[in-house]
């Protein structure tokens, strides 16, 4: 496995660090589920990542490999994603046959969520042609190390079943399932704080 380097992104590579997102989920069963129409997604998916994750680069807690090769929007505690700007979107683009159950599904993720204090991990990605390097655990160990530092837990959703793995590598745990309608399953799963170690340079 190959050193990776992980930055910071700024203003500057929110363009670069959504794209690589998008490309990242043109597969991922949900993702598609919500536009599986191949115009559609490249079309409204951006639109989507702004809305769910987007705070991650005002707060300075988005990251990016080299190259753009894989993204991570974390929002620290007291952050959430952009509700109102996310039912607006999903209220213009998602077809009429399955709204009922992407809120629905959304609906559930809200009630998954910790009640105490935690960091959330809306959206992590790493494009096709560079899976398999070590671009997605450089990602996820750079914020966990902050939560272990602060001994706070961390909190995502897995919307691939095939990315379960990674994530309980890193500590974290499955501790339910969400699933409405015809959507697929997603994951929530639960990372507990560590002993900390020291925190991975990023610049």
Same mark, same amino acid.
């Given at each position: 496995?190959? +050193?990776?380097?992980?930055?910071?992104?700024?203003?500057?590579?929110?363009?670069?660090? $959504?794209?690589? $997102?998008?490309?990242?989920?043109?597969?991922?069963?949900?993702?598609?589920?919500?536009?599986?129409?191949?115009?559609?997604?490249?079309?409204?998916?951006?639109?989507?990542? &702004? +809305?769910?994750?987007?705070?991650?680069?005002?707060?300075?807690?988005?990251?990016?490999?080299?190259?753009?090769?894989?993204?991570?929007?974390?929002?620290?505690? #007291?952050?959430?994603?952009?509700?109102?700007? %996310?039912?607006?979107?999903?209220?213009?683009?998602?077809?009429?046959?399955? &709204? @009922?159950?992407?809120? +629905?599904?959304?609906?559930?993720?809200?009630?998954?969520?910790?009640?105490?204090?935690?960091?959330?991990?809306?959206? $992590?990605?790493? #494009?096709? &042609?560079?899976?398999?390097?070590?671009?997605?655990?450089?990602? %996820? @160990? /750079?914020?966990?190390?902050?939560?272990?530092?602060?001994? %706070?837990?961390?909190?995502?959703?897995?919307?691939?079943?095939?990315?379960?793995? %990674?994530?309980? /590598?890193?500590?974290?745990?499955?501790?339910?399932? $969400?699933?409405?309608? @015809? @959507?697929?399953?997603?994951?929530?799963?639960?990372?507990?704080?560590?002993?900390?170690?020291?925190?991975?340079?990023?610049?």
């Amino acid at each position: 496995m190959q +050193a990776v380097t992980i930055k910071t992104a700024n203003s500057c590579d929110e363009p670069n660090a $959504i794209a690589t $997102i998008v490309m990242a989920f043109s597969s991922d069963p949900a993702a598609r589920w919500v536009y599986p129409d191949p115009l559609q997604y490249l079309a409204h998916f951006p639109c989507f990542v &702004r +809305a769910f994750g987007g705070k991650a680069f005002g707060n300075g807690t988005a990251h990016v490999a080299e190259e753009y090769a894989g993204a991570a929007l974390w929002l620290p505690p #007291e952050v959430q994603p952009d509700e109102e700007e %996310l039912a607006g979107v999903l209220d213009r683009t998602v077809a009429s046959a399955i &709204r @009922s159950d992407v809120f +629905a599904v959304f609906d559930q993720m809200g009630r998954c969520h910790p009640r105490e204090p935690h960091w959330y991990l809306p959206l $992590i990605g790493v #494009e096709n &042609r560079f899976q398999g390097r070590g671009y997605g655990s450089a990602l %996820l @160990s /750079r914020a966990l190390a902050e939560c272990d530092r602060d001994r %706070l837990p961390a909190y995502l959703e897995s919307s691939n079943p095939r990315n379960i793995p %990674l994530y309980e /590598r890193h500590g974290f745990q499955v501790v339910g399932t $969400i699933q409405a309608g @015809s @959507s697929p399953a997603l994951y929530p799963m639960l990372r507990k704080p560590r002993p900390a170690g020291p925190v991975p340079a990023v610049s």
